[in-house]
């Protein structure tokens, strides 16, 4: 019998988002996760205990120590999954030890985004190249199955006989992040623009690029023009209600970070034809839950795709007493009444589709196209529509955003003063 070979995965920060990885791991075939290391050791084996009991890994290791996890042997690829603010930290700390050589590890998987700044995510980069390690970055929308295949066909039906699409528009949006750090701008970065306008954006290059092709090779960006406000949380009850919630959190009456975000992203594509990405993210939309909606438009075709729109919807009376939770949805905001309910969460939003594309590459010593390159040209839009907002112009390529670092990062942004 012929032995599966299976690529041995460490987690790095068993947040939020470890467990949704750890949850999508039912769908990958060739990797497992051997071990799950986090700032607290209790926290590292609740993980690494979830992993055994749902039969995605067997005697998971647990740290508290990033270096422990590198030298584990059994451990060949680290997904990083820590918070915005340690990305430089973490990452020398692992690529140190794979470079002096106490460590084997042949990939590295990072979270969105690669960095706060245009100069973080070029030093991460740098760090994995010097180390020699296959890299992937982790926007999960991009293997999302329903964007993946309406592209497919969007680009075999429509755009080989009528040309390529010129308009992308992604928006995601939802009532507010769910840790005391993702709303302080200088630990996240800046505010929903940084957190979620990353995923808008690389998913319109994703639809405008064709299947197979890298998006910075087909997509050359020309321009960008936005706006960033706080809509909901500087106002005084809510920035209070963030007090209450958050303790630790700047006053958001005083030094907010942004709620809403609204870019336009122009681009020459691979025919010389201008192609846009039109992105809207906010931190307060108050609805079912979670809302990442997307669409295509090209000469005589279009896509659109909705999160919200599922095939199942369950209806709870008011009769019911409901305890708060989010097992219908990401970010659910009520538990009544006739709600969306996604099946499977981590299939539906790219989790499963991104791992299992990972360690099946990885695995077999190959690059993935999303990699950290994209991570670095992500930063860098969202750099330049931080810079768009901030002057009220449109910003245009080339440009140098090395040592640009947004006001809501440096906390000197106040719409309300
Ligand atoms: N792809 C997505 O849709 C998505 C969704 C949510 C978060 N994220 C990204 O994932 C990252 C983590 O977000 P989260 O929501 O899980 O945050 P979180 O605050 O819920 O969890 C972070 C975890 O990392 C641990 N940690 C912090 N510093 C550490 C360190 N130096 N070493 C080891 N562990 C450390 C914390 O103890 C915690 O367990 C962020 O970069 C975020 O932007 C991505």
């Known amino acids: ?21 750890v949850r999508s791991w039912q769908g990958v075939r060739d990797g497992d996760i051997v071990a799950v290391c986090s700032r607290t050791l209790k926290n590292a084996e609740s993980l690494a205990r979830e992993a055994v009991e749902s039969g995605v890994g067997e005697d998971v290791a647990a740290y508290d120590d990033v270096v422990a996890l590198v030298q584990d042997p059994r451990v060949d690829a680290i997904w990083v999954l820590t918070p915005n603010f340690t990305r430089i930290d973490v990452i020398k700390a692992i690529t140190d030890e794979v470079i002096s050589g106490r460590a084997q590890l042949k990939a590295i998987a990072i979270e969105k985004p690669l960095g706060r700044t245009v100069d973080e995510a070029r030093q991460v980069l740098e760090m994995v190249e010097a180390a020699g390690l296959l890299h992937g970055y982790l926007e999960n929308q991009v293997y999302s199955p329903g964007l993946v295949r309406a592209r497919e066909i969007v680009w075999a039906r429509g755009a080989a006989s009528a040309g390529t699409p010129y308009l992308a528009r992604a928006a995601e949006e939802h009532s507010g992040p769910h840790n005391t750090w993702f709303w302080n701008g200088a630990t996240e970065g800046g505010g929903v623009l940084n957190d979620m306008m990353c995923h808008s954006v690389e998913a ?17 960006p020309v321009a960008v023009t936005a706006t960033i406000a706080s809509l909901k949380w500087g106002r005084k009850k809510y920035a209070e209600q963030l007090q209450d919630t958050y303790p630790g959190v700047v006053d958001y009456t005083k030094t907010p970070s942004e709620d809403y975000a609204h870019a336009v992203f122009e681009f020459v594509n691979g025919d010389g034809e201008p192609v846009v990405v039109e992105a809207t993210t906010s931190w307060s939309y108050v609805g079912a839950g979670l809302r990442l909606s997307f669409e295509l438009l090209g000469p005589e075709y279009s896509m659109e795709s909705d999160t919200l729109s599922t095939e199942s919807k369950l209806f709870l009376s008011r009769s019911l007493e409901q305890a708060e939770g989010e097992d219908m949805i990401e970010k659910q905001n009520a538990e009544q009444g006739l709600m969306p309910l996604l099946s499977d969460e981590s299939v539906s939003y790219g989790y499963t589709g991104e791992n299992a594309a990972l360690c099946t590459m990885f695995l077999h010593g190959e690059q993935p196209l999303e990699s950290l390159e994209s991570g670095l040209e992500v930063v860098e839009l969202l750099m330049a529509a931080y810079k768009s907002a901030e002057t009220g112009e449109t910003v245009r390529w080339p440009l140098d955003l090395n040592d640009f670092v947004p006001a809501v990062a440096q906390g000197t942004w106040n719409p309300r003063a």
């Open 204 to 220: 319109g290059r994703f639809l405008l690029t064709p299947p197979g092709e890298k998006s910075s090779a087909w997509l050359k």
């Open 1 to 21: 019998m012929v032995e599966r070979k299976s690529l041995g995965v460490g987690i790095l920060g068993a947040g939020f988002i470890g467990q949704f990885h």
